[in-house]
């Protein structure tokens, strides 16, 4: 019988010689492998292993730095295990990674600066763990990031400028930090790839930036719920043809001049003012929600002209006036129910 960590042994041969990307988890047994061995296979034989991932393996205890040896990582997962304590700075020789992913783990203390130095970065998640502090400014220089995913932590502080640098982001998700404050960068709606922006429930304030529909093709999820958002923004200064799209009294083109918006997520925030039709423009909405802020004056009828619409949340706000009855009939979920409204008849 192969004791686990001989088996380990073979399973760090095959995975030098056969994978570039794979998961040894189907191979060994997890429990029983501790990380040292891990560490020491690979590297005092010299391997070239690029790839490594532990993803559930119920590791605990710090991560070991030796993992810092394995410089011709690209792919490091370590997700969803008990590591503690901080990233180890030896990780920062790891130059050539560009997933590396430590999500879900029990992992503190402040975001190491030095994952700046770690250019070829495409995929970072730290999602899921304890990390404070605020999000470090040298995040600007991995900027063949794809994915940024440091939700769920308790993050602090402002979003940095740099954050704009990130010309090739397409997801960025940092919602359930709590403490995450100011305004939104501007430069977050520079970022023309970017997809998905996920910012809900923070402490970020101020008003939305009146540039941050012009750039941003192919946004297509924009989730700002659960901040102190406030302002309802000067609509006539915008000037929409009817191929730019501006939805309610979002400020220019959220849409950016598409129709790719599906889901619009606005809910308890400070918001004011009126809903304007122009919403209506984003014609692959499937969810709004608004519910929880200080909206006023009628529900827009035009809604019922979005067919792709499931979902709309309203409640908790200050309509008036009634809820337009083809609305009802089309929209399949309406949660109307704490509507502070002049009872709007259904
Ligand atoms: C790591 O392995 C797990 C399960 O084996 C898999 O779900 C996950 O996608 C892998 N992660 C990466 C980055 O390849
Ligand atoms: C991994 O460890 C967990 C928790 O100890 C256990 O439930 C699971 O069966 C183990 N998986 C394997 C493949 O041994
Ligand atoms: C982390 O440790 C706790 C307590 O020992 C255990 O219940 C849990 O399954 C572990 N989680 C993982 C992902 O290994
Ligand atoms: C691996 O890393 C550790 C700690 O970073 C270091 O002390 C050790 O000399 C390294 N081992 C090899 C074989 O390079
Ligand atoms: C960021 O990149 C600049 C220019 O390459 C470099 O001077 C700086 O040291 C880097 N900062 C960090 C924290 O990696
Ligand atoms: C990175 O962002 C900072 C702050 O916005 C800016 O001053 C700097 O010019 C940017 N660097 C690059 C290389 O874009
Ligand atoms: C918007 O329209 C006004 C007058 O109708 C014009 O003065 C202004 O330049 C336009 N702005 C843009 C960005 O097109
Ligand atoms: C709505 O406005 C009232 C009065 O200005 C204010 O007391 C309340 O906090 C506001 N609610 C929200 C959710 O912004
Ligand atoms: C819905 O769309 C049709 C066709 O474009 C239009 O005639 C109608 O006025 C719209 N209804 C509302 C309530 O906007
Ligand atoms: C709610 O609407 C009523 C009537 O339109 C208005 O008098 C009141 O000031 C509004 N309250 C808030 C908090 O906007």
């Not at 763990?129 to 991995?142: D, E, L, M, Q, V």
């Not at 954050?163 to 919602?175: H, P, R, T, V, W």
């Not at 192919?218 to 102190?228: E, I, Q, T, W």
Request: some cysteine.
């Amino acid at each position: 019988m192969l004791k686990p960590c001989c088996l380990f042994i073979l399973v760090a041969v095959l995975l030098s010689r056969i994978c570039t990307i794979c998961s040894v988890k189907t191979l060994v047994s997890n429990a029983t492998i501790d990380q040292d061995a891990l560490e020491s296979v690979a590297v005092r034989n010299g391997r070239r292993v690029t790839a490594l991932n532990v993803s559930g393996f119920g590791f605990g205890g710090p991560i070991v730095p030796n993992l810092g040896n394995l410089t011709s990582l690209e792919l490091l997962a370590l997700t969803n295990n008990n590591f503690t304590g901080s990233i180890p700075q030896e990780l920062s020789n790891l130059r050539r990674l560009s997933v590396f992913e430590a999500g879900y783990n029990l992992l503190s203390g402040k975001m190491p600066s030095w994952l700046g130095t770690l250019t070829e970065l495409e995929y970072l998640r730290l999602n899921g763990n304890a990390f404070s502090g605020s999000i470090p400014r040298s995040i600007g220089n991995n900027t063949k990031l794809v994915l940024l995913n440091l939700a769920y932590n308790s993050l602090g502080g402002v979003i940095p400028l740099e954050i704009a640098n990130l010309s090739s982001l397409e997801m960025l998700d940092l919602k359930y930090n709590g403490q995450i404050v100011d305004s939104i960068p501007d430069g977050i709606f520079d970022l023309s790839r970017i997809e998905a922006i996920d910012l809900t429930g923070n402490s970020l304030s101020g008003e939305l930036p009146s540039t941050m529909c012009d750039n941003v093709p192919r946004l297509s999820g924009l989730y700002l719920s659960a901040n102190l958002l406030s302002g309802s923004i000067p609509f006539d200064i915008h000037n929409c043809s009817t191929s730019v799209i501006c939805p309610w009294d979002l400020p220019l083109t959220l849409c950016g001049g598409t129709t790719k918006l599906e889901q619009l997520f606005l809910g308890t925030n400070q918001l004011t003012g009126r809903v304007l039709d122009r919403i209506c423009n984003c014609r692959s909405l499937s969810v709004i929600s608004l519910r929880y802020n200080n909206f006023t004056d009628n529900i827009p009828k035009c809604l019922a002209n979005l067919t792709a619409l499931n979902y709309l949340y309203l409640g908790k706000n200050n309509f008036t006036g009634e809820l337009p009855a083809e609305l009802v009939r089309r929209v399949c979920r309406i949660y109307v129910s704490l509507i502070v409204a002049r009872s709007p008849r259904v």
